[in-house]
């Protein structure tokens, strides 16, 4: 045993709280660790992996409960440093920046934001931490406008392999805020506190939301892949396919100008197939993003297991992924497996590939499917489904989304990083040469 003690909210296997700490919002991720710490501060991190460290016990750091496979922020029998209970918010109006613990949810921050009149791109959960979401890049219907949540980092506080609280930012440990801006979570430290530039946010914006029947999905994605990257850059949008058993195919996003002006802009989408609903409406900005993100208890837990894949479409789509995408949908058997499109381009394509650590510039489209079941029976044939959609998928798309990974792939850092990866590889040598933070698909050092 070493001689370092454990600090902060601390649970062990079997103590009160135990039940509650071992839940994940994806119920297929849960696993039982040996310890949980809910961290306070820095120092409690610090305690913990020094402790991990002493006693040779695996370790895991978790933010918002969103992790979307198997052991990234919980391992069986091992330490779980958790931050969620770090939530401090301090914003600074004149300078334009905001200072954020990285337990804070995405929801509560983006909207308490908002409510001060300032904007910060957003993913669409408002249960994610954005610990984690930061750290691989952070896309949502605001990217086009404002970039990634990792453009807008400028500075991070994290704990080092040795329990070290270092900072990095442009004048130190550069290296590390460049690796930290889309090289995945917990690969470097154990990130504490970190600071975004915000900006401040237009008096209203313009939402909208177009429903239509779910027989329409081909017609529907066909028109919507042939505009979506390609329209106003002011426009985010997604658009969402689930089952043949749910029913639902819509679209939805934010655009930061008037009704009169979306209207004309959503007309090749308006004009589609027969919507059975299209709602757009002006929205003070504050209740534009609620209208976008409502709320939900936290920590979100999911009532069903969920495995997920993902990647970005760098070309339009011929009629065959659209077939593949079809068929999946119409033999899932789960109400929320879905394929879910985001268009790219805008402030994220402006940024340079090897300007961040965040690779995937120049896509039209990200796109990202997930199969759903609730009993042990069907998982097999779940699982199945996604890895074939992502052989069959592999002519038309590049790459995959750290933040939404898959253990399937098997070249999983030219994937996730692209020609960033063996750069990633020398930051991590540098700041984990022995590989302390190591788990599945996490950057190993460049020896």
């Not at 001689?3 to 902060?8: H, I």
């Not at 896509?363 to 042990?376: D, H, I, M």
């Amino acid at each position: 045993m070493g001689s370092t003690q454990l600090t902060g909210r601390i649970i062990f296997k079997g103590d009160p709280g135990y039940k509650k700490a071992i839940k994940n919002w994806n119920p297929y991720v849960d696993a039982l660790p040996l310890v949980f710490v809910f961290a306070q501060n820095s120092f409690d991190v610090s305690n913990a992996i020094k402790w991990a460290r002493e006693n040779k016990v695996p370790l895991r750091v978790r933010s918002g409960r969103h992790a979307l496979d198997k052991d990234l922020s919980v391992v069986n029998g091992g330490i779980v440093i958790d931050v969620s209970d770090m939530k401090k918010v301090r914003l600074n109006k004149l300078k334009e920046i905001a200072t954020v613990q990285t337990g804070v949810n995405v929801g509560p921050l983006v909207k308490g934001l908002a409510r001060e009149g300032f904007m910060a791109p957003f993913g669409d959960s408002p249960t994610v931490g954005i610990g984690g979401i930061t750290m691989g890049g952070g896309f949502g219907v605001l990217s086009r406008s404002i970039g990634l949540i990792s453009d807008n980092l400028l500075a991070l506080e994290t704990v080092d392999a040795k329990g070290r609280i270092i900072q990095a930012n442009e004048d130190c440990n550069e290296d590390l805020l460049w690796a930290s801006r889309g090289g995945g979570g917990g690969n470097f430290g154990y990130n504490t506190e970190y600071t975004f530039k915000v900006r401040r946010a237009p008096k209203t914006a313009t939402v909208f939301n177009i429903i239509w029947p779910w027989e329409q999905l081909e017609t529907v994605f066909r028109a919507w892949q042939g505009w979506a990257p390609f329209v106003d850059e002011r426009l985010g949008c997604i658009l969402e396919i689930f089952s043949k058993v749910n029913g639902l195919c819509h679209a939805e996003g934010i655009f930061l100008g008037s009704k009169a002006e979306l209207i004309k802009l959503l007309k090749p989408l308006t004009n589609t197939g027969t919507p059975t609903k299209i709602d757009i409406e002006t929205l003070l900005y504050p209740d534009a993003i609620d209208f976008l993100d409502p709320d939900e208890p936290i920590p979100g837990r999911s009532d069903q297991n969920v495995k997920f894949s993902s990647a970005w479409g760098l070309n339009l789509w011929p009629d065959e992924p659209i077939s593949i995408m079809k068929e999946f949908l119409e033999k899932a058997t789960g109400t929320e497996s879905n394929f879910f499109f985001l268009n790219w381009g805008g402030a994220i394509s402006k940024v340079p590939s090897t300007h961040t650590a965040f690779f995937w510039r120049s896509p039209l489209f990200y796109t990202e499917w997930n199969a759903s079941w609730e009993k042990r029976s069907q998982e097999a044939l779940n699982l199945a489904s996604v890895e074939k959609v992502r052989k069959l998928m592999k002519p038309y798309v590049k790459g995959s989304y750290v933040n939404v990974p898959d253990q399937n792939i098997k070249k999983f850092g030219k994937a996730y990083y692209g020609s960033n990866f063996a750069r990633l590889q020398k930051v991590k040598a540098k700041y984990d040469r022995k590989n302390l933070f190591h788990f599945p698909q996490s950057i190993p050092p460049k020896t």
